[in-house]
């Protein structure tokens, strides 16, 4: 068992009825029982966590607790940083919405879910917080044993990202040079604005007209502000795009086409 500090945990009361009630990790009972495990811990539906500045989002966590005595409650929470104690980053700030169903079928286990709203602006106030945060999950069973696993999954949040095309001249005659610039930028949750991504490689993609896929020409590094700039020679009309795969800590990004009339 641990005391944690007053952060907005749930306690999701396992009954069949599956009752919320809000409260703070701090466990009065008695050590930890080593016969409760965790799984099929999930967090938004195993997908990654994308955020621009402003951005508002919901964000699950689903999760099986169990134990042979049986599950009297439950809670999760993420957490980034190097360990619990010393995490920069929590979630939930705030009491979210979850519920915890003991199913008659599996009376010793505990399908466990929490809806975590999230406000880029208000709970990410630094950009070393990208990456992969872990997820917290404990439990209480009916005899009063009180277990926590700091690491029970894993979760990324991720910087949006943004990036332009503009191909000229339209329209061309064909195998002249056509000129593609474009700029890559993300999201800078510390200023709450986008800035240019600079020293990442974009690949500059290419679909004939009347077709519906895009075949790759080349790959180009940004440049200072996240700039982008190459040549290609104009062979048949069909739209140019810049595509961004993302990094760890970056979103992925896909630009509209860009249309050029070769004549």
Same mark, same amino acid.
């Given at each position: 068992?641990?005391?944690?500090?007053?952060?907005?945990?749930?306690?999701?009361?396992?009954? @069949?009825?599956?009752?919320?009630? +809000?409260?703070? *990790?701090? *466990?009065?009972?008695? *050590?930890?029982?080593?016969?409760?495990?965790?799984?099929?811990?999930?967090?938004?539906?195993?997908?990654?966590? #994308? @955020?621009?500045?402003?951005?508002?989002?919901? #964000?699950?966590?689903?999760?099986?607790?169990?134990?042979?005595?049986?599950?009297?409650?439950?809670?999760?929470?993420?957490?980034?940083?190097?360990?619990?104690? $010393?995490? $920069?980053?929590?979630?939930?700030?705030? +009491?979210?919405?979850?519920?915890?169903?003991?199913?008659?079928?599996?009376?010793?286990?505990?399908?466990?879910?929490?809806?975590?709203?999230?406000?880029?602006?208000?709970?990410?106030?630094?950009? !070393? @917080? *990208?990456?992969?945060?872990?997820?917290?999950?404990?439990?209480?069973? %009916?005899?009063? /044993?009180?277990?926590?696993?700091?690491?029970? !999954?894993?979760? /990324?949040?991720?910087?949006?990202?943004?990036?332009?095309?503009?191909?000229?001249?339209?329209?061309?005659?064909?195998?002249?040079?056509?000129?593609? %610039?474009?700029?890559?930028?993300?999201?800078?949750?510390?200023?709450?604005?986008?800035?240019?991504?600079?020293?990442?490689?974009?690949? @500059?993609?290419?679909?004939?007209?009347?077709?519906?896929?895009?075949?790759?020409?080349?790959?180009?590094? %940004?440049? #200072?502000? !996240?700039?982008?700039?190459?040549?290609?020679?104009?062979?048949?009309?069909?739209?140019?795009?810049?595509?961004?795969?993302?990094?760890? %800590?970056? !979103?992925?990004?896909?630009?509209?086409?860009?249309?050029?009339?070769?004549?």
């Amino acid at each position: 068992m641990r005391i944690r500090p007053a952060v907005a945990v749930i306690f999701l009361t396992a009954t @069949l009825s599956a009752s919320v009630l +809000p409260a703070t *990790a701090q *466990a009065s009972g008695t *050590a930890a029982a080593d016969d409760t495990t965790f799984s099929n811990v999930v967090v938004n539906g195993g997908k990654d966590i #994308v @955020l621009g500045p402003t951005t508002r989002k919901t #964000v699950t966590i689903t999760w099986t607790a169990h134990d042979p005595e049986g599950i009297a409650a439950s809670w999760a929470y993420l957490w980034h940083g190097p360990n619990t104690d $010393d995490a $920069d980053g929590i979630l939930p700030l705030y +009491p979210p919405a979850g519920t915890c169903v003991v199913s008659s079928a599996a009376p010793t286990a505990a399908a466990c879910k929490v809806s975590i709203a999230v406000s880029a602006a208000r709970d990410f106030d630094h950009n !070393g @917080l *990208a990456g992969a945060w872990k997820v917290l999950t404990g439990a209480q069973d %009916t005899d009063d /044993n009180w277990t926590e696993t700091d690491v029970a !999954g894993t979760a /990324n949040f991720k910087r949006y990202a943004g990036v332009t095309v503009n191909a000229s001249p339209e329209p061309v005659k064909k195998g002249r040079t056509i000129t593609v %610039t474009g700029k890559l930028t993300r999201a800078n949750w510390e200023s709450g604005t986008y800035t240019g991504y600079q020293g990442r490689p974009v690949q @500059l993609q290419f679909r004939k007209k009347g077709s519906s896929v895009y075949t790759a020409l080349k790959t180009v590094t %940004t440049g #200072v502000g !996240g700039k982008l700039r190459t040549t290609t020679k104009a062979k048949t009309d069909g739209y140019y795009r810049f595509v961004f795969t993302g990094t760890p %800590t970056t !979103g992925p990004s896909t630009a509209k086409g860009d249309f050029v009339d070769v004549r």
